[in-house]
């Protein structure tokens, strides 16, 4: 499991940096965090103000983004 953490982790920072293409494994990964992070935070409240860094919520934004034809 720590093995898979990290992957998720080092796919997020590649995509960030830009030293992989922003796809649906970023996505996916994103989620994979996201999803560990809420639940850390309904365990104990001392995780309740971590959050995502601005360059993780702008690509929160970008799969949320609504593409206008």
């Known amino acids: ?12 920072k590649e995509s960030i940096s830009g030293r992989r293409a922003v796809d649906e494994r970023t996505f996916a990964s994103l989620e994979i965090l996201t999803d560990r ?3 850390l935070k309904k365990l104990d409240k001392v995780f309740s103000k971590v959050t995502f860094s601005p360059a993780v ?3 929160v934004e970008r799969r949320n983004a609504v593409p206008v034809c």
Not at 1 to 12: T, V
């Open 1 to 12: 499991m720590i093995g898979s953490d990290w992957n998720h982790r080092q796919i997020l």
């Open 57 to 59: 919520r702008e690509l």
């Open 37 to 39: 992070l809420e639940r």
